[in-house]
C-alpha cells in the first residue's frame, strides 16, 4: 500500500530534550515536505526537500532541521524543543512539486512540549 | 507575505444539498490549486486539483472553479453525504512550495 509513514504517532516531552520525528515513504517520491498544523493557522511548510542532499527552508523552518541521505526518509529534528514548537505535524510527498502532482501526507504526529 | 484564505471557517450543509466552499487566493504566480480534506485524526487528503491554465474541472461528486480575475477558488460537492463531513482546504502551488489556508470545517445535517 502506498503510504507517508510518520512516527512516533504522539509525544509529549520536555524543553531541550533532542528529538526526531521520523518519515518514510514507499512510493519513490522524489519531494517532501514538513508541516505544522495549529488552530486557525492552517498547514505551515517548515522545511521541503526536492530530492536527495537538497533541502531548503519553507515559512516557519526556526527551530528545525532536516536531513534526506536517502529518498525514501526525511526525518524532521528539533535540536532544543520549545514550548511553542507544541503542534500537530505531518510529512508529505511528491513526485515533483510542480502542478499536476499534489502531495500525499501522513497521519500526523502530535508533539507536547513541556 | 501573500496567503491563501478561505471565506468562511465553518459550513453546516443538510444532507442531500449542494455545498459550496470558498476560498481566496493572492499570489498571482500560483500556478496550481488543490483541495483537501482533512477527517479527524488523519493527514490532509487530496480531492481534486486544477491548473491555473483551467477554469473548471469536474471530479466524482465534486467541481473546482478558478476564476483568476478575481483571484478566487470554490469546490463544489454534489448530494453533500454524512462523509462529507471535514475540514477542507484549499492550497496554492508558488515555486516548489505549497501555501494552504486555513480550513473550513463542514458539518452535514442528517
Known amino acids: 500500500e502506498a503510504q507517508v509513514t510518520q512516527n512516533p504517532r504522539y509525544l509529549i516531552t520536555v524543553t531541550g530534550k533532542k528529538l526526531t520525528v521520523t518519515c518514510s515513504q514507499n512510493?519513490?517520491?522524489?519531494?517532501m515536505s514538513w508541516y505544522r498544523q495549529d488552530p486557525g493557522l492552517g498547514l505551515r511548510q517548515i522545511y521541503y526537500?526536492?530530492?536527495?542532499?537538497?533541502?531548503d527552508k519553507g515559512d516557519v523552518p526556526e527551530g528545525y532541521k532536516v536531513s534526506r541521505k536517502e529518498k525514501r526518509n526525511f526525518p524532521l529534528i528539533l535540536e532544543s524543543p520549545s514550548p511553542n514548537q507544541t503542534s500537530l505535524y505531518f510529512c508529505?510527498?511528491?513526485?515533483?512539486?510542480?502542478?499536476?502532482?499534489?502531495?500525499?501526507f501522513g497521519d500526523g504526529t502530535r508533539l507536547s512540549i513541556l | 507575505g501573500e496567503s491563501v484564505g478561505l471565506h468562511l471557517p465553518t459550513l453546516s450543509v443538510q444532507e442531500g444539498d449542494n455545498s459550496i466552499i470558498n476560498c481566496a487566493y493572492s499570489?498571482?504566480?500560483?500556478?496550481?490549486f488543490i483541495w483537501y480534506k482533512q477527517e479527524s485524526g488523519k493527514g490532509p487528503q487530496f480531492i481534486i486539483d486544477?491548473?491555473?491554465?483551467?477554469d473548471k474541472r469536474q471530479g466524482q461528486r465534486v467541481t473546482v472553479l478558478l476564476n483568476k480575475t478575481v483571484k478566487h477558488l470554490s469546490l463544489q460537492i454534489a448530494a453533500t453525504q454524512p462523509g462529507d463531513s471535514a475540514v477542507y482546504f484549499c492550497?496554492?502551488?508558488?515555486?516548489?512550495?505549497?501555501?494552504f489556508g486555513a480550513g473550513t470545517t463542514v458539518t452535514v445535517r442528517a
Open positions: 499570489n498571482s504566480a500560483s500556478d496550481y
Open positions: 508529505a510527498s511528491s513526485f515533483t512539486p510542480v502542478q499536476g502532482q499534489p502531495q500525499h
Open positions: 526537500s526536492m530530492n536527495v542532499e537538497v533541502t
Open positions: 512510493m519513490n517520491h522524489e519531494y
Open positions: 486544477i491548473r491555473s491554465n483551467m
Open positions: 492550497a496554492e502551488n508558488v515555486d516548489y512550495k505549497l501555501s
